[in-house]
């Protein structure tokens, strides 16, 4: 039975795991590698919020040495190639360009927070950071002429998205319940553990008792501590709405770029989808609904002249193909400045009932740690003793030297190569995009196909029947959104009809 289809017939377990974002499968994914019966339910679809819209940077926050942050960079620095290595088809190294300026601080201050930045934590395969001359650089070419000189320094890059789905992925095929579009409504003690209602789209009325409960709903996280009886809410969250916009390609070199800007706030230029450049985000507080964000007119215009103040090629608000925005919840520190608030995690364990464990704040990048000290809290209270294992566990589709690929597990081209010899009958690009997006599960979801003919129908462009009915067969893609948005990026490529022709196949299949 596949995960999208399997029955919400089992109303008991150890864990239920609520929010279906990077903290909740992350949590889910660890806690059914130890053995643990574990349920997770989401309101929406995976990811739907937060966790699809960031920056999909796996960093150690170099900004955030500036707040005196070393504790929370140097746990991210250690993540990095940690993560990297976990699914190398979805995150890969990156090189960041820093043009600098007279504005900006001196040189020498820069090259000191880069070299702290190299050595916070051990770095194994990304290069240290550099000092370059712009004009002799292919990353200096794009820009004015007046940024001469700039650095370079090593991070990473991550298919936000996906990695969730893979960790559900991984969580599922562990034994883990994944129940999407799934809200639950109530929660009390009940006996030494939780009784908990959800209403699921799928499966109607769920009751559902468990030994302990993980509430990692994001924003939504002090809504629900507080709506819980007998919960412990001691914290309070601040929403930080962060959007982005993707205009066509503005260079074609493989590098990144991270521009300090006059109000001291930073934003990235980034290479996204081949065709594109990523560019945000912003920081700014926000009090309204977390599910009903978007960007403004203002924060496009604020990030288009952000740009233009660097790229010699300038774009306006017309240019901008897609924009997503999203809400942060950051553990609420007191900062006056938006970017200043910490982006560090609280866990929080109610002692008097049952476990009732509150996930405050976090990023991406330390979501793998963040999980494996989470167990840690519930295992002593649930009797599990089971050892951390995924520090060196691939993700569904990571695996590559398991594939027969004699490289190192974060390098991806060779694997990306033999794909594609593999399967030759497909066209390059398609066959490039797959094996990025599946990794080695790329050759399960094409299954017995031998010709393009094979693949179906094309329902978007790139978006054959074939890869639409994996996604909802196996990644709980429900909607033409889940598809065209969070399991791929195939919505930049995507018309009006194409969008219709979609929704009519999700109907009627």
Known sequence: MTPAHSQAAQQECDLLVVGGGINGTGIARDATGRGLRVILCEQ?????????????????????????????????????????????????????????????????????GLFLYDHLARREFLPASQGIALNQHVAGKPLKGNFRRGFVY?????????????????????GANILTRTKCVAVQPQDSGWHAILESEQHGRIEVRARAIVNAAGPWTAQFADA??????NQGLRLIKGSHII?????????????????????????????FTLIGTTDLEYTGEPGKVSISEDEITYLCDMANRYFSKQIVPADVVSTYSGVRPLLDDSSQDASAVTRDYLLECSEETAPFLNVWGG?????????EEALAILQRRLGNAAPDWTATQPLPGGDLQQAGVLVKSYDFDQFSAQFCTQYAWLPVKLAQRYARCYGTRASRMLGTAKS????????????????ARYLTEVEWAQSAEDILWRRTKCGLYCQPQHLERLQEWLKNR
């Open 452 to 467: 393009v003919a094979d693949l179906g129908e094309e329902l978007t462009p790139g978006m054959f029947e074939q890869e």
């Open 228 to 233: 819980a009886v007998g919960a412990k809410n």
């Open 363 to 371: 990023k991406i990048t330390t979501y793998r740690k963040l999980s």
């Open 44 to 112: 929406h679809d995976l990811a739907q919020h937060t966790s699809s819209a960031s920056t999909k940077l796996i960093h150690g926050g170099l900004r955030y040495l500036e707040y005196y942050e070393f504790k929370l960079v140097r746990k991210a620095l250690q993540e990095r190639e940690v993560l990297l290595r976990s699914a190398p088809h979805i995150m890969w190294p990156l090189r960041f360009v820093m043009p600098h300026d007279a504005g900006q601080r001196p040189a020498w201050m820069i090259r000191a």
């Open 247 to 275: 205009v066509p390609r503005l260079f074609e070199h493989p590098y990144a770029y991270i521009f300090q800007n006059p109000d001291k706030r930073i934003i990235f230029a980034i290479p996204y989808q081949d065709e």
């Open 154 to 174: 090593s991070d990473g890059w991550v298919d936000d998205a996906r990695l969730v789905v893979l960790n559900a992925l991984d969580a599922s095929e562990h």
